[in-house]
């Protein structure tokens, strides 16, 4: 599925976007590998290469901040994420320490095209740091076989 917003929440209602002459087009397609009823684990691809276009996609366009983005989890100002209570319950924290929560946005793949002498592509694959990993398995979302790794369940600290 392919993102490109055209209308934005306004007062509770959907108002369309004018195009501004100085505004770029960002598209990203994107897609739920994991959910639950307060959460999920989404796989974006950036089509365009806009300046934080994957943060206020999700934010603005899906109304799904991520996680620990305390920038463009609300329209109207910059203050700490507002986290459900089921959502601070399982990560095992209060609302007064969401604002300590990392930005939970993680490149697991960035392909590079053959450039110069090089005549083939560059793969980059990188594994989710602990603090992701051990927050997916909290929020109860599964992680894609191909990003898991035994030895990060010791690194988990469990929420009470």
Not at 51 to 69: A, E, T, Y
Not at 110 to 121: D, F, H, Q, T, V
Request: glycine content about 6%; aromatic content about 4%; overall charge positive.
């Amino acid at each position: 599925m392919t993102l490109s917003p055209g209308y934005r929440m306004e007062d509770g209602k959907m108002v369309r976007t004018r195009r501004d002459r100085n505004a770029h087009t960002a598209v990203t397609q994107y897609q739920v590998l994991s959910s639950t009823l307060s959460s999920a684990l989404v796989e974006l691809q950036p089509i365009t290469g806009v300046k934080h276009q994957l943060r206020v996609h999700l934010s603005f366009g899906l109304d799904c901040p991520i996680l620990g983005d305390h920038k463009y989890s609300d329209w109207n100002k910059l203050a700490p994420q507002k986290l459900s209570l089921g959502t601070l319950k399982k990560l095992g924290l209060q609302q007064a320490k969401a604002r300590h929560i990392p930005l939970h946005l993680h490149a697991r793949q960035l392909i590079l095209p053959a450039l110069g002498s090089r005549k083939e592509e560059l793969n980059l694959v990188c594994k989710p740091p602990r603090y992701f990993v051990c927050s997916l398995r909290r929020l109860d979302l599964g992680m894609p076989s191909h990003d898991q790794n035994g030895d990060d369940e010791a690194g988990c600290v469990k929420a009470q």
